[in-house]
């Protein structure tokens, strides 16, 4: 804890576990981890003020009843009025997708899109994702450990997202699992580090992307802060892939 200064754990209720790095638009960075039930959903406050969601949980009925509705509430972004200025899913599975879709049922707003839309699925998110207006500014999505994905220049230090993965590690087959072409995010302000991964998986899966990881990346993969890929199922977090990411938390 003393080789992170100034990060604060946060245990809310049951909804959510939220790691902290000092207040929302002022220079600090907020990384949130909800509690969606079997499902992920993280939401970022950059220390600029601007925001980012990473998948939204599962679905619920009707969409107002959603967790995720609820914790975006609480963070002021409402119904019908609130924004958000990225937004992102990391594979085409519904306990991914579902309470993004929701995000828009309730009219909430999304200025840049990030996807692989890479799926077999159905998914009404899948389908119509690039056609709707709200989301203005889908994004292409080069893989990068040096070059950000986007940068948030007004923080000192600056704030640094680069995506290591961005779901064309292996050619695609329809049959096979979504999960080994989720996106892969990390997120480097200062001294600190954070890596989301959605539903990675090693052996046992149908193809290795925390493997691959490995292989393309190495030492620099090392992450202080570890969302656990696919729910902390047994196909994923190998001892191998740990060996690599040494996370603190």
């Known amino acids: 804890m003393k080789n992170l200064p100034r990060i604060f754990f946060l245990l809310v209720s049951f909804l959510l576990l939220a790691v902290v790095l000092f207040a929302a638009g002022d220079g600090k960075l907020h990384v949130y981890y909800v509690n969606v039930g079997q499902g992920d959903a993280e939401y970022i406050i950059f220390p600029d003020g601007s925001n980012m969601l990473i998948d939204g949980g599962p679905d619920s009925t009707p969409s107002t009843s959603n967790p995720i509705i609820y914790f975006l509430a609480g963070k002021g972004i409402s119904f019908g009025a609130g924004k958000l200025d990225r937004m992102m899913l990391s594979h085409d599975h519904s306990d991914h997708y579902s309470g993004l879709s929701a995000v828009y049922g309730v009219g909430i707003t999304v200025d840049t899109y990030y996807d692989s839309f890479i799926g077999s699925g159905a998914g ?10 709200n989301w203005v500014d889908t994004k292409t999505l080069p893989n990068s450990n040096t070059t950000p994905l986007f940068t948030v220049t007004n923080s000192t230090p600056p704030v640094y997202v680069y995506l290591l993965h961005n779901g064309t590690a292996f050619p695609y087959d329809p049959l096979e699992s979504e999960n080994d072409y989720s996106l892969v995010v990390r997120i480097v302000f200062g001294n600190s580090t ?4 959605g539903d990675a998986g090693a052996s046992g899966s149908y193809r290795p992307l925390e493997g691959w990881l490995v292989n393309q990346y190495g030492s620099s993969l090392q992450s202080d802060m570890y969302k656990v890929h696919h729910h902390g199922s047994s196909t994923s977090s190998s001892s191998n892939f740990l060996s690599y990411l040494k996370p603190r938390y």
């Open 194 to 197: 954070f890596i989301f991964g």
């Open 124 to 133: 009404s998110l899948r389908s119509t994702a690039k056609a709707r207006s």
